[in-house]
């Protein structure tokens, strides 16, 4: 099977998520997919396979399946239009998030997914602790999202992740107002076997619109403040939020299985 892994959301390699991404004929076995993956052992190993309106697409952890991920779609669309020499301009993806649309647009790609504005809640009992930051505020959706006062905060945190695994299921979102972006996060992951994610764009479903309805506009640039990095456009649309990013290939190969 061919394999390439792309560094997603970022113009350069070495910076945003890295990808595998494996262009399949047929589905295999889900068990010889997730073993693939945790050998990859990367955030996320994207699968996909052509059908009669795109490709079926498929995200694993080295630990899980996921829903949706936003890096993992960008790296697979990226290989499709760049080295599969898809001539459509946009492509049209059947996954477990429904359908996702992704699109060429201003030397980058434009990714059409499903909001998820979280809602308030209280910050959970050992959360501040372990995270190492004074947090204002908290809001729940598939991510915790918690708030710092500034984005230095952010960037400082030094998370326990076993902590965060004590504390509440799911992932975290740790957030701020930005003085440079509109605003910057980092995510965590440990439930997925993820300990923090360097650029998450299915976190940018639930923070795009958290921040949009909280700074009054609809088009905010983000960024993820991961030691690798990355950058987001994030535009709403009612209940779907647009991410625009861009990708670089890293790397090309073949695996024996």
Known sequence: MDIYQADAFTDK????????????????????????AAEN???ETAFF??????????????????????????ASAFVIFNELGYDKDAIHFETKSGELVVK?????????FPAAPPTPCAIPDGLE???GVKLIEAHQNRFCLVVCDDEEAVKNATPNIKALTQIAPGDFILTAKSKTYDFVSRCFAPSH????????????????????ERLGKTT?????????????????????????????????????V
Not at 54 to 71: D, Y
Not at 193 to 212: K, M, Q, Y
Not at 227 to 248: I, M
Request: contains cysteine.
């Open 104 to 112: 060429r647009k201003d030397n980058g790609f434009s990714m059409d």
């Open 193 to 212: 076997g993820i300990d923090e994610d360097p650029v998450t764009g299915s976190a940018h479903c639930v923070s795009a619109p958290f921040w949009a």
């Open 13 to 36: 390699v070495f910076e945003g998520n890295p990808a595998a991404v494996i262009p399949l004929e047929n589905w295999l076995d889900d068990a010889l997919l997730q073993t693939i």
């Open 129 to 131: 602790e372990a995270f």
């Open 49 to 74: 396979v052509k059908n009669d309106t795109g490709f079926h697409l498929r995200w694993f952890t080295p630990k899980v399946e996921v829903p949706l991920c936003g890096h993992a779609t960008l």
């Open 41 to 43: 052992n990367l955030s």
């Open 220 to 256: 905010l640039k983000a960024r993820q403040v991961s030691q690798r990095g990355g950058d987001l456009l994030c535009t709403l649309h009612g209940d779907r939020v647009e991410l625009w990013g861009n990708a670089r290939l890293y790397m090309k190969g073949e695996i024996s």
